[in-house]
């Protein structure tokens, strides 16, 4: 774009302010962390209670990287792995 770096930080700094960018966030490569292999698995819940408490024992398991609360009763689980066979035996646990 041919800007300079000046520029750009001004511009950015002008951004934050106005909310524009709210946040910065850290993605992590899993693939440098041996674990090139990222799964979603949808949910139901038979309602909002078991749900949430689902979510709730999901936020220590092994292998999960996202957990993506949606309304209602259903969520999102986000599964990384080294191999289709871990993850076939992560979301196997996940799903009982």
Known sequence: ??????????????MEREGFIQYYQAIPNLRLLGQPLAYLCNFQATNVTTKKRAIDSLCEADGIIDIADYLGESFGVTVSAASEEDAQQTMAKLAK
Do not use: A, F, H, W
């Open 1 to 14: 774009m041919g800007l300079d770096e000046k520029t750009v930080r001004l511009r950015i700094r002008k």
